[in-house]
């Protein structure tokens, strides 16, 4: 019979070994089951990974996209005196490369209610040129219209808001705030009833559940700020840009501000994300690193079997390489094939997250994305190349790191002790 010694490494012999030893006879079950948790392991890990990571970028990038569509990458605050000058200022900013909206606005929270129920709101004073260029709002409008926003026709409410209080375009809301009139008794609350011109739908629930757009002049006397506004919200269409935008603003401006970004607005809120996105990592990992081990166990026991058949490889030429390279293969077909299935699987969740989420709502009776509790109208899904890259790497480099330590036990057998026996 020929030598084994004179083969190349991963030789076909080699491959053949290691694809019999994944098909195990029947007294051999056990190992097949483990080796058969070890792939689902794997599998199931690498989709989680997938799937979650997605799910979490793709929540970010949502809120991300409402939050600054709504609100500015930049807020400018006066400094030293009151707001007056805010259409001066407000048009100079506007001017400046990159800045795409400069639009000044009073905010105050409220009090609405209809004839059937109340809710606390956030009014925003606007001018109606600057809301409709806000595509956030102005391409969700689903009953009314924003024209003739600036002529009084009446405010714009969020449909959750519309939704709770009953009301429909045309209907009309009062709004009610405490800071009112100065009397010798007091300050006396402010109620006005305003007709609803539109009602809008950004698809986070928060905004959509509390936002009352306002005209910018009436905002000003219904919350006593005749003369001057809160702030001077600039959108300019590109986030990242803020660090390059913010002196040309400051220069712009041409008096005393203060100017905060979003990162500076939302750093509470982004960081929690990011915090909640990286322990979710590492817990899931552990999922993968558990299959991973049972991979070492499977291929333990799968190495004490053929205690004997390596023990004649041995006699017959095969050299240690040889014996290490079969065991290799056969752990490291598991978790390749493993992380492979994986991948498609979370990849075919992805795509079809949202209606595995009403498959589950449906199933279950639950809601289990609640949009009172995630914000968000919709579960959305974005897989990121770089981090679906980063977990089939890891899957693959623990799988492959697992077959070492039993392939190397399987290359130190002696023959001899072996076969001592036989």
Known sequence: MPQLSGTHPFAPFEWMLSLRYLRARRQEGF?????????IGIMLGVAT???????????????????LGLNGDLLIQAQGSPFTDWDVVADRVSKVDGVGVAAPIVDGQALASS???AAGVLVRGIRGGDLAKLGSVARSIKLGTLDGFDQGQGVAIGSRLAEQLSLQAGDNISIITPHGDVTPFGTAPRAKTYKVAAVFEIGMSEYDGTFVFMPLSEAQAFFNHPKDVSAIEVFTGDPESVDRLRPLVIDAAGRPIHVADWRETNAT???????????????????????????VSGLIMLVQDKAREIAILRTMGATQGAIVRVFFITGASIGIVGTVAGFLLGTLVCLNIESVRRFLEWLTSIDPFSREIYFLSK????????????????????????????????????PVEALRYE
Request: glycine letters at 4%; zero cysteines.
């Open 31 to 39: 190992i097949s089951v483990i080796a058969g948790f070890s792939f």
């Open 49 to 67: 990974l997938i799937i979650v990571m997605a799910v979490m970028n793709g929540f970010r990038h949502e809120l991300f996209d409402k939050m």
């Open 115 to 117: 004839s059937f129920s």
């Open 269 to 295: 809120f982004f960081n929690a994300l990011q915090v909640e996105r990286n322990v979710m990592f590492l817990i899931l990992t552990l999922i993968v690193l558990v299959a991973a081990l049972n991979i």
């Open 379 to 414: 579960l959305p899904a974005d897989m990121s190349l770089t981090e679906t890259t980063a977990v089939l790497f890891m899957a693959l480099g623990l799988s492959l790191l697992a077959t070492l330590y039993p392939s190397w036990r399987a290359a130190r057998l002696d």
